[in-house]
């Protein structure tokens, strides 16, 4: 409550910042909180960088300061002077979270929200437990916005009423950080990008083993990780069935950053590497539970295998949208399944599956979605 109070006094007195005019050159980005220079907002303002025609002004808001050249500046949190200044003269905002109902934005501003998941899978929004307070700001952020990214039909289906969006918010351009998979010569380079980065050799493939967040529903605790994986077998297996050599790379959640030490000397920590997309082009092989990485990595029709010993607490606890005995992606609850998924796969049937769950799903996943993305919400490009 009281909280929710000084947000109220905060929402009045920034409107003193009304007297400056907003800029129409000035783009502020924002992803994960300003936690990582990544996801959507990343490939969009690369996007906007490489083929833009206007001179535009950019803002980061980075924890961590990197250079981004001389037409970005990088604040380091929103809630500072320059933070505050940046994100009310901007003309547009672009994030990938909910943006904030207590910062007095005017008309003429636009704000992107581009989310940071694919898909129809684990439920978010009302279905996470939050307390009266937190609803209230759940049920204004939307207010905020004025464009909400879909990546399907079935996703525009399930996130309306999840976000308390409107659905004339949606557009339905498919999202900026899965464009990258329909060009093979960006999926090379990054490939590439990460065996240098990690000394993979060329001759070796990769594993990804990418689990979602696994705190309490609602809060961002840490909690004991409710399963471990035998790295030894995953990757025996794999070797047997699809016949090369390959490394194992693990990819925590980021809110569950501490679990690195959880693991065994040979798997090599990607937690902190920013941009997971550049991890799903280098991987071969996906081993995932309920992470909507699913989604995007179904664009390159490389094996996915789920693993969820927890699979019914975590249906009791969060839900899903759709049955994950659905997904076209091989299921198992136990080690041994999983083993037995991974001798028994069969990559025709599974390519037809999985593009069967992307047609289903109605996806709008295109290698133009940055382009469509500035018509739609109104950006010279």
Known sequence: MIKNIVKHLVHFFLHIFWIIPVNKKKIYFKSYSGKRYACNPKYLYLWIKENS????????????SIDLGSDTKIVKTLFSFRGIYHTLTSKYIVTNRAFSWFI???????????????????????????????????KLNPKQTDFYLSSSAKFTEVQGPSKFMPFNKFI????????????????EKNLR????FYSVPYTSKIILFAPTYRGKTGFKQKQSRSFELDFDMLKRECVKKFGA???LLYRSHYYDL?????LPSFVIDATKYDDMQELLCAADVL?????????????TKKPCFLYAPDLQLYANDRGFYTDPKTWPFPLAETEEQLALN??????????????????????????????????????EI
Request: charge should be neutral; charged fraction near 30%.
């Open 342 to 379: 991974i001798r028994n796969f069969d990559a025709a049937k599974y390519e037809v599956a999985v593009q069967k769950h992307l047609d289903d799903f109605g996806s709008y996943e295109n290698k133009n979605a940055c382009e469509k993305i500035c018509k739609a919400i109104g950006l």
């Open 287 to 299: 081993v995932t539970d309920y992470s909507s990485s699913m989604w995007d990595f179904a664009l």
């Open 172 to 187: 339905n351009t498919g999202l900026p950080r899965n464009a990258i998979f329909f060009d093979k010569n960006i999926v």
């Open 104 to 138: 007095p934005l005017r008309k003429n501003q636009i704000v992107l929200e581009t989310w940071h998941g694919g898909g129809a899978y684990k439920r978010v929004g009302i279905y996470e437990n939050f307390d009266k307070w937190k609803l209230i700001d759940q």
């Open 258 to 262: 501490y679990l690195e030490t959880f």
């Open 53 to 64: 025609r206007v001179r535009y002004s950019f803002i980061w808001e980075l924890k961590e």
């Open 193 to 196: 990008k990460i065996h240098d």
């Open 245 to 247: 050599d390959f490394v």
